[in-house]
């Protein structure tokens, strides 16, 4: 696509952009709303002064007599005077007591109705108006930000050959500046609640073809050492990080809140996750998943970039010196996007309390998994999450969650955590020779740098919010795990900028909260209500295939 073709970006909205949008005149399009535009308070929007009295009636000059009226005689009695007071006065006082009696009745009934901390000193002096920023970190204060995916491990593992005790990590990561996205003093400064730390490996070479334990055995392994890894870290640094344990009297979530209000120091909640399930033998993922849960996993992405022996993915990357390729329809036909041994997992991630994630999965696999039977029923019984997609509509990135999988979040009560990635931000529809016309959407978009903004990942934020409602998404960042962030979002220190951009988009300060962390919170309580009441059931633990010694 040529420069002057793409000069502006045909899915941005039709309201001016966040002032990091440059070199484009948005001025004519002021009046057009969308997407949560911020109606400033203030501002009386045009309507006129009320009309004066005097100029709404006319009264006649000469005291209300018409022409020819004889003026009433100065000598009425006393009696008919005196009448009309009392009669006056009795009004007077019934309107008077009808007044306060309702008057009081209300104010009752409110009393009644607020909440404790509505009594309040009468005298007290109302509170100065807060500014967006104030309010951000209000709300950053009051529920903890919960990133759905961080992959500093891999960035770890690249940078520092998962050596965290050498005098270089140490100095980087304590003091600030290692090269990506994230460290401590960002961390603080981004007043990150915790995250879903990603123990993430590469697939396979050959993976969607090649489902064997021998094939699979070297991302099983790396896995194992991604996991030690982010373990060995959280007990380096334990007054940074709340970690995941066996031993809870109640809702591990619900305990790691506790922990996390009751300390000054806040720190992060420390749970793990895998991405993918490539990251299991294909003969042994029962067992394996349990032996994962017991080193603190609480989420498992179905699948990374190739398909595996439980379901299909949205892209496949079987040569990494090829370009990836789009999936186009059901990998298995006759199994469909998710196995019959893929619903058997899924069943075991329930019992288990571990959070199923659909991100990187194909379209189909999406439908499988949040689609009712005609019994109404689903192949999983607890909530699943996104744990770092953004909006098909924004983006049509085959990574990316359209509308109409959308739609079905709200009945199973999910979450869709939105990417930061800027492939998954910021794209228009593939062009140029090769392409099918007809079918677009089976070849990779085109990035679009000049929309690579925080404002465009507000904007998939809001979409999402206004399409199925605020109670549905939240953030999954990616950070560590991408290349160029987008402007304004360089690291984990800029969460509380992207907060305050919600805020000036319309977006209340409640819903801001379950964005942040409420909604994956809730998430997280469902999925152990679940586990808990499968194992009340007597549903035993899942099998994996003993033959052989």
């Known amino acids: 696509m040529d420069s002057a073709a793409r000069e502006s970006d045909p899915l941005l909205p039709s309201y001016a952009p966040a002032p990091e949008i440059s070199q484009h005149d948005h001025h004519h399009h002021s009046q057009e709303i969308n997407y949560g535009t911020y109606i400033d308070p203030t501002s009386t929007g045009g309507t006129p002064a009320p009309e004066q009295w005097n100029n709404r009636h006319d009264y006649p000059k000469n005291g209300g007599l018409e022409a020819g009226e004889d003026e ?3 000598s009425r ?19 008077g007591l009808v007044v306060a009696f309702v008057v009081s009745f209300l104010n009752t009934r409110n009393r009644e109705d607020d909440p404790p901390w509505h009594d309040q000193d009468p005298h007290q002096e109302p509170q100065p108006e807060r500014t967006i920023e104030e309010r951000a970190g209000a709300v950053l204060s009051s529920t903890p930000l919960i990133d759905g995916h961080n992959d500093l491990a891999i960035f770890i593992r690249s940078e520092y050959k998962n050596n965290i005790t ?41 993976a969607s073809y090649d489902m064997t334990d021998s094939n699979y055995a070297t991302a099983v392994s790396r896995t194992t050492e991604q996991i030690d890894l982010l373990r060995r870290l959280q007990e380096e640094y334990s007054s940074d990080f709340i970690t995941t344990s066996n031993k809870v009297s109640g809702k591990e979530s619900e305990e790691m ?29 029962m067992s394996t998943l349990r032996h994962y849960f017991g080193l603190g996993v609480r989420m498992a992405t179905l699948t990374w970039n190739c398909h595996n022996p439980f379901a299909d993915a949205s892209l496949v990357w079987n040569d990494f010196s090829a370009p990836m390729k789009v999936v186009n329809g059901v990998f298995r036909p006759k199994e469909g996007a998710v196995t019959h041994r893929g619903r058997q997992v899924l069943q075991e991630m329930n019992r288990l309390g571990m959070i199923i994630d659909i991100s990187h999965t194909s379209y189909w696999t999406q439908k499988a998994v949040l689609s009712e039977d005609e019994h109404g029923k689903r192949i999983t019984r607890a909530p699943v999450v996104f744990s770092h997609s953004s909006a098909y509509s924004i983006c049509p990135h085959p990574r990316n969650v359209r509308d109409d999988i959308l739609d079905l979040i709200p009945g199973s009560n999910s979450l869709v955590m939105v990417n930061f990635s800027p492939d998954f931000v910021s794209c228009v529809p593939a062009s140029g020779e090769g392409i099918d016309a007809s079918e677009p959407h089976f070849s990779l978009p085109e990035f679009f740098e000049k929309n690579n903004t925080l404002h465009q990942v507000a904007r998939h934020i809001t979409y999402m919010g206004q399409r199925i409602g605020y109670d549905y998404v939240g953030l999954g960042s990616d950070f560590d795990g991408m290349g160029e962030p987008p402007k304004g979002l360089e690291g984990v220190d800029k969460f509380p900028d992207l907060v305050a951009e919600l805020l000036r988009m319309g977006v209340s300060d409640e819903d801001a909260g379950k964005v942040v962390g409420g909604n994956l919170l809730r998430v ?26």
């Open 77 to 95: 009695t006393v009696e008919n005077t005196m009448a009309r007071v009392f009669r006056g006065l009795f009004t007077i006082i019934f309107f």
């Open 72 to 74: 009433e005689e100065p």
């Open 257 to 285: 809140l506790l922990k996390w209000r009751s300390s000054s120091r806040r720190p992060m909640f420390g749970q793990l996750s895998i991405e993918g399930l490539h990251q299991v033998p294909p003969t042994a993922p």
């Open 166 to 206: 050498n005098a270089r990590f140490a100095r980087e990561f304590e003091k600030g500046g290692m090269p990506l996205h994230v460290d401590l003093p960002r961390l603080r400064s981004g007043k990150v609640g915790g995250a879903f730390w990603s123990a993430f490996v590469l697939c396979p070479a050959n």
């Open 524 to 549: 997280w309580r469902d999925v152990e209500d679940v586990s808990a009441k499968m194992k009340d059931e007597g549903i035993e633990p899942g099998l994996d295939d003993a033959s052989g010694y």
